[in-house]
Every structure is written in structure tokens, then in C-alpha cells.
């Protein structure tokens, strides 16, 4: 027995508690420890499988039944820290001279598994199996990554028989993100739980921007913008702006978003982006990160709270009624089966006809079989064309940008056509396709309190934007 008169005092409750906060220090503040700690508890995990439920028991029954009785008194919680440091040194083996010996901090190679690493590492083969088995039930194994460090810390049990075995692994921790440490805890005579630890990082908001020279992804990472940010930025606008061909030397963009950092002002990661603003042409589209409280969704909505998802109207004319539908067709006159690519409505002579969606005409003219034909151009992927127009709307010519439910033209009979009717025509990846069963993303127009809340929302983050200055130029992360 190599208890000191400190240890006896605080019990070896101690020593794991005690780590805990050295590398929870190493990393940052921590603010929330949770535990996921018993087989009950991970039984509920309905990600797990029966079988890992069941080994954990295993585990856990088998450790609990080789395992020495505990002692009962709790008092990790009064011991100073000066102290506690003390107390973990009369926990050590009695070869160590210090902390650093009993623990160890390997790197994951390619081929490797969590056993092999820690095998490597020096820990033994049962130990290490009932650790992984723990920390299974907050970690998938098929996530860990080539440079990964994992640290393993080794102790004596003090009641343990024999006192020349090597020290025992009793903790084993990996980083899953910059804020997220997982680890699997031995906890004398009731082995390993699994103890997930949230580093609490400072938010800090950025706002940055700049003027587009070649391509916003150029020009924002020019910017000093963090690539994930980038990529969000371009995805909350797909549905407004086509970026391979509506972006003009000048346009301009601004974004505003979290960026976490450490307690010593390092930035660990970037967050969402609140507030983004793109100018094309002088014309500025401001979108806002919204949370709609009776469903619980995030996502981006404009000015007018109407999400950036914006569905394609399917019926993109009024009082209209469908008279063909997509696909095969019998030809009503010369009696063949021929494919019919798009839909027709039955509308009198000069009903007008509606944008789909936001977009750029690509196509406004007379147009063969088509008759007056338009197609918008409303992303990468989706277009969309109407056709037999009696005449174009003023200003709808190539290279025009329509909004959705603007009017384009006037329903007419031009082209091969039996009578007054529009021919609408959904092209996704330039392939037509049928426009009443196309799923697209579903989009939502804030109304009522919803909208109010959203006003008063958007209102207080123009302020906050423009009481903080924007950077041209952010210093590079990591
Ligand atoms: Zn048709």
C-alpha cells in the first residue's frame, strides 16, 4: 500500500477529476461536462446497436466483478487545487516523477484502429478493449482521422494485490472537433464511462466584404474569408444569383458571421452567417438568418421574409387550366404516340404569363414550332421556357433579369399550335422534365407575428452590422 496521509483524506475519487481539468486547461475554459456514464443511460442511445449495448454491459459487469469495493466519501469537490496536484502525485506509480511519464499522446496513422493505438501506445490489450468499448457509445470509430492525437493516461490502483504491474490505463481522450473532447474514464471499480467535455469558445461576430474581381470565391478569399464561410455564402445565394454567369467585375458582397475563439483570443472556428449582402449590376439582395419559432427551422429569408429557397411556381399562370399533360401523347389529328416535353394550359389570348422563379432571360424570340418562345434561367440547374406567346412583355429580351411572378408575355397561339395555350417547359440540368411532380426545395413566405418578429429581427441586426467595422482584409485562421 503506498497511500500518503493526503490520499487517504480525499480518496481516489480524485485522481480522474483532477485530470480532467489539466487537459480540459491545455484546450480552453471548460463550461459543460457531461456524462454519459452508465449502461442504462447508453442502452438509451437509439443510435446503438444491440450488440454494443450488450458488449458494454459485458464490460462493465466484468470489470465491476474483478474490481475492488469503492470507498464512499466525496470529497474532490473541497480539496484545493494546490492540493489536489499533491494528491495525484501520491496516485502515481511509484516510478514516475512526474505527470508527463504516465501520459502518453499518439497520433493515428493510416490503417490504424482505435486498439492499435492504443496498444501502441503501451496500454494493455483488455484495458484498451474495455475503454474503446465506452467510448464507443459517443464516438462512430469509422470517424477518426489520419493525425488525430489521442492521449492516454495511465494510473495506480491502490488497492490492486501486486505492486510491480504496470500502471493501468485509466483514461484515454480524443478531440472530435476544436470544442468537443470525448473521452473514456476509469472510475475505480466501476471501469470505463464515457464523459463527453464542450469547451465553451468566445463568440466573436466579423463582418467582412469586398468587390468581386473575377469570382466571389476568388475575391472572398482574397478577403481573408474562411473557406466554409465562402461555401456558405455562395449556397445561400444559388437561388437568387447564378455565380458562373451573372457576376460582373464591381459587383460586390458583404458577409457577416461568428467566428469562435479560444480564452486566448485563438480562432478555432467559424460559425453561421447572420446577415450576407450582394450587390450585382447596383443592385443590393440582403439575406437574413431567421429561426421560425412554430416549426423550429432555421434559414435564410430575404428583405420580406420570403426564404431564399424558393420553389419554382408550377403554374406560372392565372386561371389557367391544364389541357395536356407530360409525356407520351397520341397526336389528336395524325393518329401517332409522340412525346409531349412540357405542359400546356388552356387560357384565352392574352392572359398574362408569369416568371417561375427569380432568373435571366436566356432566350426571348421567335423560336420555330415554339412560336414566341422565352426561357429563364434560374440556376445551374433548373430553367425554365413558355411558348406560343401572342407577344413579349416590355423589357423581357436576353440578358434581363426577372423576378418571380413578373410578367413575361401574353398567352397566345404562335408557332404550331391549335389554339390560344401555353406550353410550359421545366429543364432541370438542360433536360426537360415534368413540372407537376418536380420536387423542389419548398420555400416559405413569413406572415402575420412571424413576420413582425422577423422585422423586428432583421431591424436589430442592421444595427448591429453597422456598428462594427468592415474588414477588407481578415488575418488568416489556423
Ligand atoms: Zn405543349
Redesign the pocket.
Known amino acids: 500500500m503506498k497511500s500518503s496521509a493526503l490520499s487517504g483524506v480525499v480518496g481516489k475519487s480524485l485522481l480522474i477529476p483532477v485530470l480532467t481539468m489539466i487537459a480540459g486547461g491545455a484546450a480552453g475554459a471548460i463550461l459543460v461536462t457531461s456524462f454519459m456514464a452508465n449502461t442504462d443511460e447508453a442502452a438509451a442511445i437509439p443510435t446503438m446497436s444491440t450488440a454494443q449495448t450488450q458488449e458494454t454491459a459485458a464490460a462493465e459487469n466484468a470489470e465491476i466483478a474483478t474490481a475492488a469495493p469503492t470507498e464512499t466519501e466525496e470529497a474532490t469537490a473541497e480539496v484545493p487545487e494546490k492540493e489536489a496536484e499533491v494528491a495525484v502525485a501520491a496516485y502515481v506509480a511509484p516510478a514516475a516523477q512526474n505527470l508527463n511519464e504516465l501520459t502518453k499522446t499518439v497520433s493515428v496513422s493510416k490503417g490504424d484502429t482505435l486498439m492499435k493505438v492504443l496498444t501502441r501506445a503501451g496500454a494493455d490489450r483488455a484495458e484498451s478493449h474495455e475503454a474503446i468499448t465506452a467510448l464507443n457509445e459517443i464516438f462512430d470509430p469509422r470517424s477518426l482521422k489520419i493525425g488525430q492525437d489521442v492521449t492516454l493516461y495511465f494510473g495506480v490502483d491502490e488497492t490492486r494485490e501486486n505492486d510491480t504491474a504496470p500502471p493501468s490505463l485509466i483514461r484515454v481522450s480524443l478531440n472530435e472537433d476544436v470544442d468537443r473532447q470525448l473521452a473514456a474514464v476509469r472510475t475505480p471499480g466501476e471501469g470505463f464511462t464515457a464523459q463527453e467535455t464542450l469547451l465553451e469558445l468566445d463568440r466573436k461576430m466579423v463582418r467582412a466584404g469586398g468587390v468581386i474581381q473575377s469570382s466571389l470565391f476568388l475575391s472572398a478569399a482574397q478577403a481573408g474569408i474562411p473557406t466554409k464561410t465562402i461555401v456558405d455564402l455562395i449556397r445561400i445565394f444559388s437561388y437568387d444569383v447564378d455565380f458562373q454567369r451573372e457576376i460582373q467585375p464591381g459587383d460586390s458582397f458583404e458577409v457577416y458571421f461568428e467566428r469562435f475563439a479560444d480564452e486566448s483570443g485563438t480562432i478555432l472556428k467559424e460559425g453561421s452567417i447572420h446577415w450576407a449582402s450582394m450587390t450585382l449590376s447596383g443592385k443590393e439582395f440582403s439575406v437574413y438568418r431567421f429561426k421560425t419559432d412554430d416549426d423550429g427551422f432555421t434559414d435564410y429569408y430575404d428583405e420580406k421574409g420570403r426564404s431564399v429557397k424558393k420553389t419554382l411556381m408550377r403554374t406560372p399562370i392565372d386561371g389557367a387550366r391544364l389541357t395536356?399533360g407530360f409525356g407520351k401523347r397520341k397526336h389528336p389529328t395524325l393518329g401517332y404516340t409522340k412525346m409531349?416535353r412540357?405542359?400546356?394550359f388552356g387560357a384565352r389570348s392574352g392572359t398574362p404569363i408569369m416568371a417561375a422563379g427569380n432568373g435571366t432571360v436566356e432566350f426571348a424570340a421567335r423560336n420555330g414550332g415554339y412560336g414566341n418562345y422565352v426561357r429563364i434561367r434560374h440556376n445551374s440547374e433548373f430553367k425554365t421556357a413558355y411558348?406560343h406567346m401572342r407577344k413579349f412583355a416590355k423589357g423581357i429580351r436576353k440578358g434581363a433579369r426577372v423576378k418571380q411572378g413578373q410578367i413575361i408575355g401574353y398567352v397566345g397561339t404562335t408557332g404550331r399550335s391549335t389554339g390560344p395555350?401555353l406550353?410550359y417547359e421545366v429543364h432541370r440540368n438542360s433536360k426537360q422534365i415534368n413540372p407537376l411532380s418536380v420536387k423542389l426545395p419548398a420555400g416559405r413566405k413569413l406572415g402575420g407575428k412571424m413576420l413582425a418578429a422577423f422585422n423586428a429581427y432583421t431591424g436589430q441586426v442592421r444595427q448591429e452590422v453597422a456598428s462594427i467595422e468592415l474588414e477588407t482584409q481578415l488575418a488568416s485562421v489556423k
Do not use: L, T, Y
Open positions: 395536356s409531349h412540357g405542359v400546356d411558348a395555350h406550353h
